[in-house]
């Protein structure tokens, strides 16, 4: 530090001026929190589950500066979950699997925040079924809102996107996608999940130049309303064994990693997967 004084990277920001210096940038903070979205708009899709991993998201993001808009089957349910994170947060019903529905909640985002800076792509639904199982209604439905759901999202921000040249897209798969599933989701889950790292991945290289990032997050089990009430405790203390963390993963442990990937901390990653799974992958 030029003139010797220590700050925590809490207290405050430093560039180097032209002249060598040192300045300070005053962070945006608010009770003694830097805030990592100040002035950003955030769209988060499947975001009106009170458990669920979306609410936690927004609300996580509503406490770092950001104007939320929450994306749900039912407009209700979606507008109350905007109106919990305070003033200023919108709900909107959107069927991501609808093409129209996602730009019509495109447009109403667009005109109400004026500029949309991050999309998150989090709907999804699960089923546990064994591979024989799956008929092609199951199919259609799971492959329909984990994977036609982020293509029709993301079409429908990306020319918002492209004409301002910037944009943060991160796409909910799924540790299921790695492994082959094998925790709750059924074989069709873990097809639309990997499907998810494919487009996002391909979305990246094709999206990079318009100064759009896209990339993904691989949660393994957070206590979520997925499961239906089907997650038995049997099942839950063997899942625990194969963690290192000795633990299930909450809400907010991946709200945390959608944050990073939204913000300009990551400002220089693109196509990337993070996993939020407490170490159930690590490879021998
Ligand atoms: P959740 O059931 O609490 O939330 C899912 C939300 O998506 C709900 O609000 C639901 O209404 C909404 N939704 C469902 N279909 C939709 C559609 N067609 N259009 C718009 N919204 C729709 O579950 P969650 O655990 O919070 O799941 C969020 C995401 O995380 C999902 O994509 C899920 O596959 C993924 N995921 C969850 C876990 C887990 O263990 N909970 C692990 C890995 C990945």
Request: proline share 4%; aromatic share 4%.
């Amino acid at each position: 530090m030029s003139n010797g004084e220590s700050h925590s990277s809490l207290d405050a920001n430093f560039t180097f001026c032209n002249s060598g210096r040192v300045e300070e940038i005053p962070p945006a903070q608010s009770g003694g929190n830097v805030m990592l979205l100040n002035g950003k708009t955030a769209v988060i899709s499947g975001a009106a589950s009170p458990r669920g991993i979306g609410l936690a998201t927004a609300r996580l993001f509503a406490e770092h500066g950001a104007r939320v808009a929450i994306l749900d089957l039912d407009q209700s349910a979606a507008q109350a979950a905007a109106e919990s994170l305070g003033s200023g947060h919108i709900g909107l019903a959107c069927n991501v699997a609808d093409r129209n529905a996602c730009l019509r909640a495109a447009e109403a985002a667009i005109a109400a925040f004026g500029q949309i800076d991050i999309l998150i792509n989090n709907a999804g639904i699960t089923q546990p079924l064994k591979f024989m199982e799956i008929e092609p209604g199951h199919w259609d439905a799971v492959l329909d809102v984990n994977l036609r759901g982020v293509l029709y999202l993301s079409q429908a921000f990306v020319p918002h996107m492209r004409a301002r040249r910037r944009g943060s897209i991160v796409c909910m798969s799924s540790v299921s996608a790695q492994r082959g599933g094998g925790i709750f989701g059924g074989p069709h889950y873990s097809a639309a999940k990997a499907g998810v790292l494919g487009l996002a991945k391909a979305m990246a290289r094709e999206l990079g130049p318009d100064g759009i990032r896209v990339n993904c997050v691989t949660p393994g089990l957070i206590q979520t309303d997925i499961t239906g009430g089907k997650m038995t405790d049997e099942m839950r203390s063997e899942i625990l064994k194969s963690i290192p963390l000795n633990r299930l993963g909450d809400a907010r442990d991946v709200a945390g990693a959608y944050l990073f990937l939204a913000s300009d901390l990551s400002a220089y990653i693109t196509g990337a997967v993070i996993d939020v799974n407490g170490g159930m992958l690590i490879h021998g």
